[in-house]
């Protein structure tokens, strides 16, 4: 039987914002925020230090990457919604979408 995990979407668009990220306990760092202007919005993207030292994101880089929403908070601190960068997109992600697209309705 399969198992299941979160659900992953498509944020593709330009960086428009960066900002370091640290661990809520240790406050040491922990990776970076990026903030993505896509078509009618933006999407704020978390990337590990290891994944942001890979890509290296700078203003203005046009982007297209898989990412999991998630949440966190409760009790005496505010609920916050993130993203969390999964891979960067491929063709084949493309082509999948498309046949999506193509199927009738």
Do not use: C, H
């Amino acid at each position: 039987m399969p198992v299941l995990t979160e659900a992953a979407a498509v944020v593709a668009g330009v960086v428009a914002g960066i900002e370091a990220v640290n661990d809520f306990n240790t406050k040491q760092p922990d990776g970076v925020k990026v903030l993505v202007a896509t078509d009618d919005g933006y999407a704020s993207v978390k990337l590990k230090p290891e994944i942001a030292a890979s890509i290296k994101p700078t203003l203005g880089m046009s982007v297209g990457w898989i990412v999991r929403p998630g949440a966190n908070g409760g009790k005496d601190r505010d609920a916050r919604t993130y993203t969390s960068f999964v891979r960067e997109l491929n063709p084949g992600d493309l082509d999948r979408l498309a046949g999506f697209l193509r199927q009738p309705k």
